[in-house]
Nanobody, 115 residues
């Protein structure tokens, strides 16, 4: 059974940092592309960062230079390092694993940026 568990969310002040983790089990993690998405209240889910199985990365313009996505295939875990956070980054963050017809989502972790 495939399971993705996000963690690391929480309340942080503007300008602060967080590291999100996405731990995968029951899946050949290294063969999947990984995306981090977020959904703010009243808004559509958007992709913020993406890393291929080969390690190539891509970022949404809104987070470029502030967020970094990485993966550790030995630990079956993906990370999203978030710096210089602003209230606009407040959302539920989800990780997604995809390959061909396979598409898996975690349950999400809340990130709230507020003073």
């Amino acid at each position: 059974q495939v399971r993705l568990v996000e963690s690391g969310g929480g309340l942080v002040q503007p300008g602060g940092s967080l590291r999100l983790s996405c731990a995968a089990s029951g899946i050949s993690f290294g063969s999947f592309d990984v995306g981090w998405y977020r959904q703010a209240p009243g808004k559509q889910r958007e992709q913020v960062a993406f890393i291929t199985s080969g390690g190539k990365t891509n970022y949404a313009d809104s987070v470029k230079g502030r967020f970094t996505i990485s993966r550790d295939n030995t630990e079956n875990t993906a990370y999203l390092y978030m710096n210089s956070l602003t209230p606009d980054d407040t959302a539920v963050y989800y990780c997604n694993l995809e390959r061909s017809l396979y598409d898996y989502w975690g349950q999400g972790t809340q990130v709230t940026v507020s003073s």
